[in-house]
């Protein structure tokens, strides 16, 4: 059955870098559209960015643009978050997901509830 399995998460500072790497199996990894989500400690899950299944379009949410870039290997089922200039309010846990083998009709690439299975999420805390 399908596992993602996050890493690359750490406590820095404002400014500093991160890379997330998910490491993906059990599913059609190379036909499958991948999000990035986040959970800020008492707040709601919020999308974070999110790549087709060819990894010719992407997508971000407005408050990273520009600091945040996703990309995948298909050849090695893996995603990638590289996240500069990071802030405090980046502070969140933050998991790979997987979208629905089927998508719904209303739902789009950048809708959260469109992705039904999450890692176990990797902690990025940026702090002062």
């Known amino acids: 059955e399908a596992q993602l399995v996050e890493s690359g998460g750490g406590v820095v500072q404002p400014g500093d870098s991160l890379r997330l790497s998910c490491a993906a199996s059990g599913f059609d990894f190379g036909n499958t559209d991948m999000m990035w989500i986040r959970r800020a400690r008492g707040k709601g899950a919020e999308w974070v960015s999110a790549i087709n299944k060819g990894g010719d379009s992407t997508y971000y949410t407005d408050s990273v643009k520009g600091r945040f870039t996703i990309s995948r290997d298909n050849a090695n089922n893996a995603l990638y978050l590289q996240m500069d200039s990071l802030k405090p309010e980046d502070t969140a846990v933050y998991y790979c997901?997987?979208?629905?083998?089927?998508?719904?009709?209303?739902?789009?690439?950048?809708?959260?509830?469109?992705?039904?299975?999450w890692g176990q999420g990797t902690q990025v805390t940026v702090s002062p």
């Open positions: 997901a997987k979208r629905r083998a089927k998508p719904s009709l209303w739902g789009t690439i950048t809708t959260i509830n469109e992705y039904d299975y």
